[in-house]
């Protein structure tokens, strides 16, 4: 009795219990719910896209079975015999016994007239298959196009083909009976002219079309360009000869300085640095060589050492004085000095290019070039008197020069160019006879940059 009244007690403490899920138990079953959801509409997703495919590919069926069966029908020649597209348009006679068109009785009466239409039709095309185009564009007379004209009734302008396919429609109604036409025949009427006027034009428009791009590509438009050269320069002898160390323009036995003072050094000469800018154009006459004009300034310098200055000028009867004869220099190994030459230079040139691979072009290129001295602070050797000293007089102005040189391009189209140069002076830049050997010199590194054109 004692247990049974626990448990009776224990059940009636649980019957107004009530057991509820805890909140981590309901996320889960969401999370289980969105899952669900989330995958049936992924299936939901694809069956459609499925769906949009199959649409696509039947209509892009449908677009390509229509231009070819538009463009069939648009090639289709009307013959000899054959019916024409535009019958209706016209009035076609009737019979005045029974009103029925002459044209259907006699098919009627004519049933093999049918096969020999459809065996001409068969016939011309095997013809006009077999037969090779023509270039010759065969012209067509005066008469022949005024009766055309006349028979299509119309006042808009037509090509000579469209014509000839009109009097072709036109030979339809002839009542007369249909006789069968030989090859030979087809390819004598007046519709093998069209189609080889057909043919000749493509084939004369692709000729031309070839011809243009040929000679668009040689003859090209003058190209700009800037460019830059620095390098090393100095006083030279005859080539395969030593360097001019001297500049002798007076005789020895003249004499030394007033005062007996005759202690001086031959003076040498040294090379220095040298640089020019100049604009260029150039063009293509050939698939390979091209020529070039040039503008520019270049400056070529030399070193030498000097002594004491004398602010006097000096009495020669080799020389006269010059406005710029001021003072002088003692020949003596004390202090440097720059002999500068200023010129505005002008060149003409050809050149030769070469491609080394897909993104390497190589350039050679020959020049003649015609330089004005716009200013000079060259120093003079007296060595009769042992005095270095300047005067205009004894420079020349104008100066002819050559050049050669090669460079590199980089890129399929390039628009640097970078390698040496060489430059020779033809004349000497001073006027007196001992300094007749000596020419100005330079070996420099040139880089060229092409103007207008895209980086590739």
Do not use: C
Request: proline content about 4%.
């Amino acid at each position: 009795m004692a247990d049974r009244s626990f448990e009776e007690q224990v059940r009636e403490e649980m019957a107004g219990l009530l057991i509820r899920p805890g909140a981590a138990v309901w996320e889960k079953l969401e999370a289980d719910l969105t899952r669900k959801k989330k995958r049936r509409g992924l299936i939901w997703f694809v069956v459609a896209g499925l769906g949009i495919l199959l649409l696509s590919a039947v209509w892009y069926n449908m677009q390509e079975i229509r231009p070819n069966t538009e463009e069939l029908q648009a090639n289709t020649v009307p013959v000899r015999g054959s019916v024409s597209p535009k019958k209706e348009e016209r009035a076609t006679p009737l019979d005045n016994n029974n009103g029925v068109s002459i044209h259907d009785k006699e098919n009627r009466e004519q049933p093999a007239m049918i096969h020999d239409k459809v065996e001409i039709a068969a016939s011309f095309r095997k013809a006009t298959a077999d037969r090779k185009p023509v270039k010759q564009i065969l012209p067509v007379s005066a008469d022949t196009t005024k009766k055309i004209t006349g028979e299509t009734n119309t006042n808009s302008s037509i090509t000579v083909a469209d014509a000839i396919v009109g009097k072709a429609d036109n030979m339809n109604d002839v009542t007369d009976p249909v006789t069968p036409v030989h090859q030979e025949e087809l390819s004598d009427s007046v519709i093998a002219p069209a189609a080889k006027t057909v043919l000749t034009s493509d084939t004369v428009s692709k000729e031309m079309t070839a011809q243009t791009k040929e000679k668009a590509a040689v003859k090209k438009s003058w190209q700009l360009s800037l460019a830059v050269t620095g390098g090393i320069s100095g006083m030279r002898k005859l080539p395969g000869q030593t360097l001019a160390y001297q500049s002798s323009i007076s005789n020895p036995s003249a004499g030394g300085l007033p005062g007996g003072n005759n202690t001086y050094r031959v003076p040498s000469l040294q090379d220095a640095g040298s640089y020019g800018v100049s604009l260029l154009a150039d063009k293509q006459l050939s698939k390979r060589y091209g020529i070039g004009i040039s503008l520019g300034y270049e400056t070529y310098r030399s070193k030498t050492t000097v002594g004491k200055r004398v602010d006097s000028s000096l009495q020669s009867s080799f020389y006269a004085p010059a406005a710029d004869q001021r003072f002088y220099y003692i020949s003596t190994d004390s202090v440097p000095y720059v002999n500068r030459f200023h010129f505005a230079q002008a060149a003409v040139s050809g050149y030769a290019k070469y491609s080394l691979g897909k993104s390497l072009q190589l350039r050679w290129e020959l020049g003649l070039g015609l330089s004005a001295l716009l200013g000079s602070n060259a120093l003079h050797y007296d060595n009769g008197r042992g005095v270095l000293f300047t005067n205009r007089s004894l420079l020349r102005t104008l100066q002819w020069n050559l050049s050669t040189g090669v460079e590199f391009g980089f890129g399929k189209q390039p628009f640097l160019f970078l390698g040496p140069q060489i430059t020779w002076f033809i004349q000497s830049p001073y006027t007196d006879e001992g300094s007749a050997d000596q020419h100005l010199f330079r070996s420099a590194l040139r880089a060229r940059i092409v103007l207008g054109k895209k980086r590739k």
